[in-house]
């Protein structure tokens, strides 16, 4: 039957997107066959959609989320009727993704949603919630405890920072949460339970090698600059994640803080984590994300209001996280 889907093409003008009706034999190679019901818009759909060079084949359905019921499978663990989540694996940058009502996947690739998880919070959790997740895991193999000290969330109101505020203040961490919106986003912040906001320009120039140490550990999502300056105001034995490059790829920054205060840096790949990490971030989530803070992190629009949205994610003007109905 005929779907619906947002489909970025090439031409001689550059790239395109737009809403179009699809045919199942259009759907790439797979195993499951999923009904899609959410899929979002993250940073990384953003540059999809917007013609940023990061789609490696065309035409392709962007979305590197998607949620939803398997519809038939060919793979041994999963049978139709099965609430699934797939996050990362190139899905929406290298294959269809989930921005379309219906979606060929691998199972390899799917998670089977745990507990009373229902596919509207999958999808609000996505890539950046399950990156947050991971990061919070990360922190606490690292030995990061409630008793360490304060921790740092930069790029706060993104949904990885969302996520992360949540997640660590439920433990009993002091948050402190960076943002440049201080006057619109303190109060949501606060409702995550941040305890304290930082002005997103105290870290984002050039800085010093080592600055005064103020955090015990931090969750950086932006990097660049912001990560050279969290690394460098870090307390000595502390731990700095870093998942994100909304400000740069770059890192301007020096040895000081690795070799005279024993600071540890920890890489956060979501694309590619093994299953094992995977299905141990969605227990977690399924387990402490409290379902009325997600439900105050998410919008919700339809698969025609994608291309707007995209636009205004790169421009920093969303709020936690971006649901989009793809039956709406």
């Given amino acids: 039957m005929p779907f619906r889907a947002i489909r970025v093409t090439k031409d001689d003008q550059g790239q395109h997107a737009a809403l179009e009706t699809l045919d199942e034999d259009q759907l ?25 060079g990061i789609v490696r084949v065309f035409p392709l359905t962007p979305g590197i989320d998607l949620a939803g019921t398997v519809e038939s499978s060919e793979h041994p663990g999963f049978a139709p009727g099965d609430r699934v989540v797939l996050n990362g694996f190139g899905t929406g940058e290298k294959t269809d993704g989930g921005l379309a009502q219906k979606a ?11 507990g009373a998880l229902t596919t ?23 030995g990061v405890t409630k008793d360490s000290g304060e921790v740092l969330v930069t790029g ?8 992360a505020i949540a997640l660590l203040a439920r433990r009993g961490h002091h948050v402190l949460a960076a943002t440049g919106r201080r006057a619109e986003e303190g109060d949501y912040l606060r409702g995550l339970g941040a305890a304290g906001i930082v002005d997103r320009e105290e870290l984002s120039g050039p800085g010093k090698p080592l600055a005064t140490e103020r ?6 999502t932006v990097g660049s600059h912001t990560l050279a300056n969290v690394l460098s105001a870090t307390r000595y034995g502390g731990t700095v994640t870093t998942c994100g490059m909304a400000q740069g790829l770059d890192l301007p920054a020096s040895v000081a803080p690795f070799i005279l205060r024993g600071v540890s840096l920890l890489g956060i790949d979501s694309v590619y984590a093994p299953m094992e990490r995977r299905v141990r971030a ?16 998410i919008t919700v629009i339809g698969l025609d209001e994608v291309p707007d949205t995209a636009r205004r994610i790169l421009e920093g ?12």
Avoid: C, F
Avoid at 104 to 114: A, D, T
Avoid at 120 to 142: F, H, K, N, P
């Fill in 317 to 328: 003007r969303v709020r936690g996280r971006t649901v989009v109905d793809v039956n709406a």
């Fill in 215 to 220: 955090w015990s550990a931090a969750v950086d």
């Fill in 282 to 297: 969605y227990e977690r989530l399924a387990e402490e994300l409290d379902p009325a803070l997600l439900e105050g992190m």
């Fill in 104 to 114: 060929r996947v691998r199972g390899e690739h799917l998670v089977r949603l745990p």
């Fill in 156 to 163: 706060a109101a993104g949904g990885v920072g969302s996520v």
């Fill in 120 to 142: 509207r919070q999958a999808a609000a959790i996505g890539t950046a919630g399950y990156t947050a997740m991971l990061s919070v895991l990360a922190l606490e193999d690292a």
């Fill in 28 to 52: 790439p190679e797979g195993d499951v066959t999923v009904r899609v019901e959410y899929s979002t818009v993250n940073y990384k759909d953003g540059l999809a959609v917007s013609g940023r």
